[in-house]
C-alpha cells in the first residue's frame, strides 16, 4: 500500500511539472515579446522623492542590445542631456558644460536622474535568454491574470542582478512582477509592469513601477508614451558626434 | 640643613647619580607617555571637529539617519534664515554652513572628452568670501601644496594625491559629475587653482573644496545646505557646552514628527565618537595610572636599595651619638632632594622631547592608508598643564615612600649591637 501511495504522488508531481513549460521556453517567449532589432520611444519616468515629484522626458533610439540613445527633453535642467551606450560603454553629454563624460566602474551603479534605475540597469543587455537560466516553480495570479512563476539565475558572475523572481503572464508572456535579488539574497529591486498593450504584434507593458529598496522614496513610474519596433533608425543617430548635435 | 644635605649628595655621587639618573628617566617617560596620549585624544577630537562633525552639527532629522551616504535630496532648507538666527542666539559661537557631495571629476582631453576621472569626495565651504572662518578651520593655506587659494567662482581645490593620481595641474580645468539635490545629473566645470594636501587621510584620497556658492548653484542647492557646523568660543571642544546649545536648540522641535526638522548633534553624538572618545579617554587614563605605578615601583625601589646600601653608614651615625628620628628624617629629605631635582630635570626633558614631537610628529600615513577615520597622519604629542606637575608623581612620592619605608629599620637597631655589626 505504501509503495502504492509513493508512486501515485511521484506520478501526480511528475504529471504537475509536467503541465508547465520549460524556464527556457518561457524567456525565449518573454524575449519575443520585449526585445526588438530597433526601436525609438518618447518616455516619461515619474520620480517619487521623499521631497515631491519629479517628471523628467526624454526620447530615445535603441539597436539590438549593444546600442542606444536617450536625448532628454524636459525639464528644462535636463533638456539636451544625452545619454548613449555602445557595446559596454557609457557616455553622458551635458550642453551646460559642453563635456563628454565616459560613466564607468562604481558610477554605473549610481541612479539615473535620481530615478530606481541605475545605469547598470540601462546598460543590462535585454534579452534574458542570454544572462539567465530559468525554472517554473508555480503558477500564482497576479492582478486577475494566471502567471508562471519563474526563478532565474545568471549564467555568469557579471550581471547586475544575480537572482531573479518574476511573474509571467501565462497567456501573453509578459513578466507582471519582477524582484530583482543580489547574489547574497539580498532584495535590491521590485518591479510591476503595467498597461500591457499590444503593439505591432507584440505584448509589451507601456508602464513599469520600479522600486529599489535600498531608497526610502516611493518609486519610479517609467511610463512609455509612444513606442515603434523595427523601424530604420538613422545611423548617425548611435555614434558619438551626434551627443554634440 | 638642606644646604648640608645637597653637599652631601653632590660630594658622594654613589649616593645622589645614580637615584636620580632613575628619577629623570621615570619622570621623562612619564611626562612623554602623558604627552603622546593626550595629543592623539586632541588631534582626533580637532580633525573630526574641523572636517566632519564641528563641536555641535545641525542636519535635518532624516539626512542625520543617513549621513554617510551623503543624501543631499534631505539637506536642510531655508539656511541663510536658520544661520542668521543662530548667529544672534550664540554669538560666541561661530556657525558655518557646509555641503557634502559625491561625484566624479573628469579631466577632459583635447577633444573635451574623457581623458581621465576619479571618484571626488566633494566638501563645498565658504572660500571667497572676507570674513570667511572656513580657510582656517581647515587650515587650507597651510595644507596648499601647488598653485592657490580659490579667488573667484568656478575655481576649486582638489587633493595632491588626487591630482597626482589623476595627472593633473592647477590651471587645468575638471568637470564634476555628480547628483542635485532633486536628483537630476548636475554637471559643472571648474579651474584646478591649487592641490592640498591635509595629512588626513580620508581628505587626501580624493578631496575636492569648492566655494559654496559654486556647489550650491551646481549642486541646485540654492539656500539649502547638508549641515551646519558650530564651533564654540576659543575653538575648544567642551562637551557640557556643547550638550547644553544642543539641548536647547532641539527642545524647539521635540514632539514634532517632521523628517525634515533640524536636530543638532554634538561632537560626541556622531560617528561613533562617544565610544571612542570614552575609550581613548579610558584607556589612556589607565595607561598613565599603569606607568605612573610602575614607575613608582621602579622609584620606590630605587629608594628602597638606596636605603639598605647605607646600612652600615646609619650603623656609625648611631654609634656615634645621632639619633634615630634625625637619621630618618635627614634620609627622607635627602630623598626627597633627589626626587625634586629628579623630576625638575625629568619633567624639563619629557617636556623637551614632547615639544619636539609636537612640533615634528610621526607619520604614520603608510598605515592609515585605508583609514576613513578623521585622524591626522601625522601623530603628535601635546602639552598640557598637566604635563607640569605628572612626573612628579613617581618621581618625588615615590622616591620618598620608598625611602620611607627602608629607613624604618633605622628604628629596630640596638646600640648594643652596633660595634659588633660594623665589626663585621
Known sequence: MKKLLTIFFLMSASTLYAQYPSGETILRKIDLNMTSKTRVFVSKMVIHGRRGTRTIESKSWGQGEEK????????????????????????????????????????????????????????????????YRADVTGTETVDGRPCWVLELTAKSKDVAYYKRKMWVDEARAVPLREELYAKSGKLLKRAELRDITNIQGRWFPKR?????????????EFIIEKIQFDVRIPPRILTKASLRK | MIRFLLKGLLRDRSRSLFPILVVIAGVSLTVLLHGWITGVIGDMVNSNANFSTGHVKIMTKAYAENEDQMPNDLALLGVDEILTDLRKRYPDMIWVNRIRFGGLLDIPDENRETKTHGPAMGLAVDLLSNKSPEIANLNIEKALVHGRLPEKPGEILISDDFATKLGVSPGESATLLSSTM??????????IAGTVRFGVRPMDRGAMIVDISDAQLALDMSDASSEILGYLEDHIYDD???AEVAMRFNAEFAGSEDEFDPVMLTLREQKDL??????????????????VLAMSLVLWNAGLIGGLRRYGEVGVRLAIGENKGQVYRSMIYES??????????????GLGISYLIQVKGFDFGSMMKSSTMMLSNVLRTQITSEAYYIGFLPGLFSTVLGTMLSGIGIYKRQTAQLFKELEV
Do not use: C
Open chain 1, 208 to 220: 513599469i513601477i520600479f522600486k529599489d529598496m535600498m531608497k526610502k522614496g516611493k518609486g519610479t
Open chain 2, 240 to 242: 557640557a557646552k556643547a
Open chain 2, 274 to 291: 562617544a565610544s571612542y572618545l570614552d575609550m581613548a579617554s579610558g584607556m589612556s587614563g589607565i595607561l598613565v595610572f599603569v606607568f
Open chain 1, 68 to 131: 542606444a540613445f536617450t536625448e532628454y527633453l524636459a525639464p528644462a535642467r535636463e533638456k539636451g542631456t544625452k545619454m548613449l551606450k555602445l557595446e559596454d560603454k557609457l557616455w553622458i553629454y551635458s550642453p551646460s558644460t559642453d563635456r563628454i563624460i565616459q560613466i564607468s566602474g562604481h558610477m554605473l551603479r549610481q541612479s539615473v536622474m535620481g530615478s530606481d534605475l541605475s545605469y547598470e540597469d540601462f546598460m543590462e543587455d535585454p534579452r534574458l535568454t542570454n544572462l
Open chain 2, 182 to 191: 532633486y536628483g537630476s545629473m548636475a554637471m559643472q566645470n571648474y579651474v
Open chain 2, 336 to 349: 626627597a632632594l633627589i626626587g625634586v631635582i629628579g623630576s625638575v630635570i625629568g619633567t624639563a626633558i
